[in-house]
């Protein structure tokens, strides 16, 4: 097995493409060596971008967004106030993932290019309209985080691809976020499933929204249907009905050992009602 | 022996720290996969992908080919000709003809490094025939169902019955035509429980050394150092007073570690490398997959009821696999599944079926989870029907010394009255209950045990003491046993030192098994202890010239026994032992017997839950366990065993399940799936200790790690049913499976 160290996307990239045989990038590894030691997984190429400076950072963007580095752990984005105040639900996402030990290593990148639809900090990033910056042989280009997923185990990404930050668009004033997800445990288990809703209001009103859910069908999906029962609305019951129907409408899982179609599907409404709540609550500055 | 009259102790009791505290806290505690030695080689398992195959060929050629590997061994390197329960654990270590389950061992390899070992396994090609499988009980005892292996049956299954059942069990009393006619209520029910997993948080490990001359030495993480000993040895064909085994400490063994797995393969590999040491040590996957889940479980119960509570027949029959050998613990399940109810009219059916899993071991109290779930949710339901308080029927119910077991021997002194009486009055109890939520009550039962136990301990030059047993120590028995042998001898917790050593050291004991450590080995320990006081005592009346008979022993010192005896100032143990070179040489004591005086143990266990409606989440809100401990010994210990063993119950009510694909593959072999509660699922669990003392122990000890383990499951059934209406008969209730029951419950 090669293993690199880049300095550079730019230089991860080219060692990616030039590789054969099976690559893996390597962030905080918290997926990669657990498939490694099991022998699910086991990489001809290892590429570790930890090292490329600004992967740590969290930085505020010019137009009053953020960017987040790739090797930034969950723990740091759970310390970090100013990121929470702006997007509670893209970090208490992120939070849900593992444990306390596993939260020291875990990356937003690496939850987003393991593939899973179980992820559940993806369904966060994609309610609230974040992309990724893609460093390729080609040159840089950003992508929404939706468009990665394709399918479990699988992503977009091309060979030579590596994802070199995330962009979360700037918050703005009167708007919330949430995201749940359900599991038989408390924690250290995996969604069976998961929403996420970002809103605005105008007043009591909700003038933008959108929602996403998790483990539900093959990747992470955005559901513009349930969007659109937010939107116009206070959140009334018809609201939540219509939102529901559309969040279930929205919805293709499998059956497992995790969970039956029927119950997840059942689960990922229950789960969109009670996000809206506390994200329509955050939106409107009641504390949550 | 007769019951001991002292009632206050100096120590039996207290709660002082565990003496392998430090070492556990720091990190230096050595467990299994600790263990090393020079020239050590690793080993890696080969496993069979499928469910039941038969194996046309294995080819380890190119294994046998890769650098730093010296060693590769399959079943033709066993020795051939063993019967019976030999021949089931030789086939379980290696498969033979026939993969029989997922997970099942191929091959195995020895090579210089963990990688090469892994890398090497990937090498061999084995070719299958893929054959029909069955997974399920009830599949299983299809007369039509695959056929796991012709004339497996013992001589108690009649002609006639499916193909699958090795063993049929049916005993009784009464007339039950007569028992149920005098019934208000007769119900009965069917009942599903799923195989699960001890859980243990250390993985086996072990590290085996074995010659060309047939002498060898094991280190391994075990429940029974000479149970591996003798499995070892007749899977191998050794002599087994040449095999030495030590066991490491034990992160955890809750019955699983009572058995062998992995342990003849490292000898194998070991002898076949020309001596060098084998460690193997498997990963989680592994463990679930190919180590000793417990059995799963299809029973049928019919209960009579009168409409003021008395029970007046009862029927069971239960169906149990514990995978593709016999040894479901049907028999257990049945005998304790009514233990706790006087009935004059009972019958009890029973059927060991083999099906393509993992051949099942021991987990905690085996058997008795299953049979209560079963017995104890119907009697719930038929209180609720008939509007009775289920602690009144229970207590109504009860069975008290002198009366006839449900499985037929008269119970000695118990204490299920005193524990149902302490259970009713806790506060628990009182705790008013909110929307969806509902409160669930069982009593669960187990015999304990008592096995073959050694226990020689010795007097050091200071006056201090050293006691060697046989049990590894799971619980505290090492803190348990140093109590009372530091209680008998009259001196401080401190200045005993428990060990338990390896299988050159003593005669042979029974693993820590059966909730026996610190009834067996304390007893025998105390036995030992009073021996070297009587040689102390003999050494006293020689240096004083008086008869022995003379000389007694009071808190830690040698006396002569009263004012006849004659007038000599008392002579510590400290004194006795500075001087034991001139007095006769060293002291020590040693006790070897199956020492007799079990005292069975009842619990009652009382539960809150609460269930999300919208997703059929069960909630533990708060649980109580109430056991007879007979005497705790070491009151922590005591709590720690309750609550342990409720919360492995909570785990196997809710979630834990193997989950077994058409494919006959266990779909999930890792702890993500295999959902065990953590921390955070779970109140603290409250506990009381009931002391009814066992006579047959000299401070009253009955033994407490199993029947802790056995209310759960229809406590927090009966909980459900309070919470939400419905009678929940298939184990795990996960919220996939009660949401779909209230969905059901509301068309």
């Given at each position: ?82 990121l ?24 937003l ?89 970002s ?13 996403a ?17 937010l ?32 119950f ?25 | ?27 230096r ?76 061992a ?34 299983a005892?299809?007369p ?14 009649p ?15 009464g ?11 007769v ?6 429980t ?149 009935i ?14 993992p ?50 021997p ?46 020689s ?70 036995i ?17 010239g ?38 006769g ?56 065993q ?13 979630n ?33 200790i ?58």
């Open positions: 097995m090669d293993f690199h160290t880049p300095s550079s996307f730019e230089d991860a990239s080219k060692l990616a493409a030039e590789a054969t045989g099976l690559t893996r990038f390597l962030a905080g590894g918290t997926d990669v060596l657990v498939q490694m030691r099991s022998g699910t997984v086991l990489p001809d190429t290892l590429i570790d971008l930890k090292l490329i400076p600004g992967t740590q950072g969290i930085t505020r963007t010019p137009d009053g967004g953020w960017r987040i580095g790739i090797a930034v752990s969950g723990a740091r984005l759970g310390d970090h106030a100013e929470i105040a702006d997007w509670p639900g893209v970090v208490e996402g992120m939070e849900l993932v593992g444990s306390t030990q596993v939260q020291g290593r875990a990356t990148v690496g939850n987003l290019c393991n593939g899973s639809p179980a992820a559940d900090s993806v369904p966060g990033l994609v309610a609230a309209q974040a992309s990724v910056e893609i460093t390729g042989l080609t040159g840089v280009r950003t992508v929404p985080v939706e468009d990665i997923p394709a399918g479990p185990g699988k992503t977009t990404l091309q060979p030579g691809d590596v994802i070199s930050g995330i962009l979360i668009p700037p918050r703005g004033e009167h708007a919330g976020d949430a995201y749940q997800r359900f599991t038989p445990r408390t924690e250290m288990d995996i969604a069976v499933a998961g929403c996420a809703i809103l605005r209001v105008d007043g009591d009103t909700i003038s933008e929204a959108r929602v859910v998790g483990a539900v069908a093959p990747t992470v999906r955005l559901v513009p249907d349930a969007a659109a029962a939107i116009g609305s206070t959140l009334d019951d018809a609201a939540i009905d219509a939102l529901v129907a559309a969040v279930r409408a929205a919805c293709n899982p499998i059956d497992d050992k995790r969970g039956t179609a029927e997840r599907t059942e689960v990922a409404g229950v789960l969109a009602k009670r996000v809206a709540k506390i994200a329509y609550g955050r939106a409107k500055g009641e504390a949550q | 022996m007769p019951k001991d009259d002292i009632k206050e102790f100096r120590l039996v009791g207290t709660r002082p720290n565990r003496p392998d505290g430090l070492d556990k806290v720091t990190g505690a050595r467990y299994g996969a600790d263990i090393t030695a020079p020239g050590m080689l690793w080993g890696a398992v080969l496993r069979s992908p499928h469910a039941h195959a038969k194996i046309l060929k294995i080819d380890t050629s190119k294994a046998e080919a890769l650098s730093g590997v010296k060693a590769v061994v399959t079943r033709a390197d066993f020795p051939t000709g063993l019967t019976g329960e030999e021949w089931n654990l030789q086939e379980n270590t290696m498969a033979g003809e026939k993969a029989l389950y997922d997970g099942h191929i091959a195995a390899v020895a090579a210089t490094s963990s990688l090469i070992a892994q890398e090497a396994v990937r090498l061999i090609k084995v070719d299958y025939e893929v054959l029909p499988h069955v997974t399920d009980v009830d599949d005892i299809k039509d169902a695959p056929v796991i292996r012709e004339g497996a049956a013992d001589a108690s299954v002609e006639g019955m499916p193909p699958n059942v090795v063993k049929y069990f049916e005993f009784g009393r007339d039950m035509e007569a028992g149920f006619k005098d019934a208000d209520l119900m009965e029910r069917s009942f599903k799923e195989a699960t997993h001890q859980g243990y948080i250390e993985p086996h490990a072990c590290l085996g050394q074995l010659g060309a001359d047939g002498k060898g030495e094991m280190w391994v993480c075990t429940q029974g150092q000479w149970f591996i000993r003798q499995m070892c040895s007749a899977v191998l064909g050794l002599n087994a007073a040449q095999l030495r085994v030590t066991p490491s400490e034990i992160g955890g063994g809750f019955g699983g570690k009572t058995t062998i797995f992995m342990e003849p393969l490292s000898l194998a590999l070991s002898q076949k490398a020309g001596g060098r040491p084998v460690k193997i040590v498997m990963s989680r996957s592994e463990v679930l997959r190919a180590t000793g889940p417990t059995a799963s479980a299809s029973m049928d119960v019919k209960i009579g009821m009168t409409k003021d509570g008395k029970l007046t027949a009862a029927r069971a029959e239960f169906r149990m696999q514990g995978g593709a050998f016999p040894g479901a613990p049907v028999d257990m399940a049945l005998y304790c599944s009514l233990a706790p109810y006087k004059e009219n009972v019958e009890h059916i029973g059927y060991d079926v083999l099906a393509n899993r051949k099942c071991a021991a987990y905690r109290a085996p058997g008795s989870p299953m049979g209560a779930f079963a017995v104890e949710s119907l009697i719930d339901e038929m209180c609720r029907k008939l509007d009775l308080d289920p602690m009144e029927v229970r207590l109504k119910n009860a069975v008290r010394e002198g009366d006839q077991a449900s499985y037929g008269t119970f000695g002194s118990i204490g299920l009255v005193e524990v149902l009486e302490a259970t009713a009055k806790h506060p628990n109890l009182a705790v008013p209950l909110g929307p969806n939520q509902g409160r669930g009550v069982a009593s669960g039962y187990w015999f304990n045990h008592n096995g073959e136990t050694s226990v301990m010795a007097i050091s030059e200071d006056g201090t003491a050293q006691v060697s047993v046989g049990t590894p120590d799971i619980g505290g028995s090492r803190a348990s046993i140093a109590l009372m042998v530091a209680e008998t001898l009259g001196i401080a917790y401190e200045d005993v030192r428990v060990n338990v050593v390896e299988t050159g050291a003593l005669g042979v004991n029974e693993p820590t098994h059966g909730s026996r450590a610190t009834f067996a080995t304390g007893k025998a320990a105390t030992a202890a009073r021996a070297a006081i009587k040689e102390m005592c003999r050494r006293a009346a020689n240096e004083w008086i008869d022995e008979d003379a000389v007694e022993w009071v808190e830690g010192a040698a006396q002569p026994a009263g004012p006849n005896a004659g007038n000599y100032p008392p002579m510590s143990i400290k004194d006795i032992a500075k001087n034991m070179g001139a007095t040489g060293p002291i020590s004591g040693h006790h070897e017997s199956v020492p007799d005086g079990v005292g069975a143990s009842f619990g009652c266990h009382v539960v809150d839950v609460e269930v999300d409606p919208e997703t059929g989440l069960t909630k533990i809100l708060r649980y109580l366990v109430v056991q007879d401990a007979g005497r705790a010994i070491h009151p922590s210990y005591v709590e720690g309750y609550q342990g063993g409720a919360v492995q119950g909570i785990g196997w009510a809710l834990e399940e193997y989950v077994y694909g058409k494919d006959g593959r266990l779909q999930n072999p890792i702890f993500l799936d295999y959902r065990m509660p953590v921390a955070s699922d779970l109140p603290m669990i409250d506990t009381m009931v002391e009814v003392p066992n006579p047959g122990h000299p401070f009253g000890v009955r033994g407490v790690g199993e029947t802790g383990i056995t209310p759960p499951l229809p406590a927090i059934a009966n909980a459900i049913q309070g919470a939400t209406g419905l009678r929940m008969s298939h184990l795990p209730m996960t919220p996939t499976k009660v949401l779909a029951a209230l969905k059901a419950s509301q068309e």
